[in-house]
């Protein structure tokens, strides 16, 4: 029996069954595989059309933490373009606990307070416009807020192209 031969580092080198296989090499490719559905992305376009009625969206909304869908038709804002508006949602929950106020007023260039124009209060002040915070049903992280009319405007999303 010949020793086993050693490469430049000093290691030895694998014997014919030690060779490294594939994964590639291990998959049968003539046989169509269980749970695969050639058709079923015709099958999701034509569930999202029948759920938005014929009505056009700039994005669908998933959540950032889980990637959970929350909403299927929205608008996104014209200055802001992270951040969306929408009346229909899924898998979403207000937290009505929770109550912000967002001022109408601008802050000073001297003031160092870091607010981002929300503060949690009790109850709403004036000139400003209560809003809730709203969260993804699955996982609990925040994606937006609800506001008095009850329009949910979406700032913490991934949106994808419909």
């Known amino acids: ?31 169509k595989p269980e749970f695969y559905d050639s058709d079923l992305d015709e099958k999701d376009e034509l569930w999202v059309n029948k759920k938005r ?38 898998n979403c929950k207000i937290k009505k606990d929770q109550i912000l106020q967002q001022s109408n007023r601008r802050q000073r260039k001297g003031n160092h307070q870091k607010d981002s124009g929300k503060s949690e209060v009790g109850q709403a002040g004036a000139g400003g416009e209560t809003v ?16 008095g009319d009850e329009v949910y405007h979406f700032f913490n999303v991934i949106p994808s192209e419909t």
């Open 1 to 31: 029996m010949e020793p086993e031969k050693e490469d430049k580092l000093g290691a030895e080198s694998p014997t014919d069954s030690q060779q490294t296989v594939s994964d590639d090499d291990e998959i049968d490719y003539s046989i």
């Open 53 to 90: 009625k014929g009505r056009t969206s700039d994005a669908i909304l998933s959540c950032p933490a889980c990637f959970t869908t929350l909403c299927l038709e929205c608008q996104r804002h014209e200055k802001y373009v992270t951040q969306y508006r929408a009346i229909f949602v899924v």
């Open 132 to 147: 809730k915070s709203v969260c993804c049903l699955t996982c609990s992280t925040e994606v937006g807020v609800i506001d």
